[in-house]
């Protein structure tokens, strides 16, 4: 059964031109991207593609945010179960701006002592936090005595976790990486 395009408004020539250069399924993608926009404009956006490896397979997702006035479209795209490459599962979702909580860059920095000359950003993250999920982080409870062998149960922490992007110029490029952190500052200025 053949499905057709949604695309009611034309992406930004950019935007494909970094989906296409993923090879992940593009047209699917774009398709995605654009049926969650409708007639809306983009004013920024991010992609980021990754590879995993389970066992013998490589399991490829790629990640599209896309700005408009008033919402961020959050598109996931997946090979099938088991990196079936007769199946692929693409989600979007559309978030409010007025619904996030927070928008959060991380910048690891080498030699900040010379931030500027010979520093470089060496890894990047961009967290957004808007309630959909949360993450629990647990561990065996401890004192601060430390000869004491008791069992002091577990500890833990909720923290609000939707959605981490992480990016590094080794394993992303340069551009891209810059790419994340001129978003999230975008993201950032629309937000609040």
């Avoid at 996931?76 to 979007?92: C, N, P, Q, V, W």
């Avoid at 008791?150 to 500890?155: C, E, N, P, R």
């Avoid at 810059?178 to 609040?192: E, I, M, P, T, Y």
Wanted: glycine share 8%.
């Amino acid at each position: 059964m053949n499905h057709p395009r949604h695309r009611t408004s034309p992406l930004p020539a950019d935007l494909i031109d970094q989906i296409s250069e993923c090879g992940f399924y593009p047209e699917l993608v774009t398709d995605t991207i654009a049926a969650g926009l409708g007639n809306q404009s983009v004013v920024g956006h991010l992609v980021h593609h990754e590879a995993t490896f389970a066992g013998h397979e490589v399991q490829r997702h790629i990640t599209v945010l896309v700005l408009t006035e008033k919402q961020l479209l959050v598109c996931h795209t997946d090979d099938g179960d088991d990196g079936a490459s007769d199946r692929a599962l693409t989600t979007s979702e559309v978030v409010a701006l007025r619904a996030i909580d927070s928008v959060v860059v991380t910048r690891s920095v080498s030699k900040p002592q010379s931030y500027g000359a010979e520093s470089e950003v060496v890894e990047t993250w961009l967290t957004l936090v808007w309630g959909a999920a949360r993450r629990l982080d647990i561990g065996p409870a401890s004192c601060e005595d430390p000869s004491c062998d008791a069992d002091h149960g577990w500890t833990g922490m909720q923290v609000p976790n939707d959605l981490t992007v992480r990016m590094s110029p080794v394993g992303d490029g340069d551009s891209n990486t810059r790419r994340l952190l001129d978003f999230g500052a975008l993201l950032q200025s629309r937000v609040g």
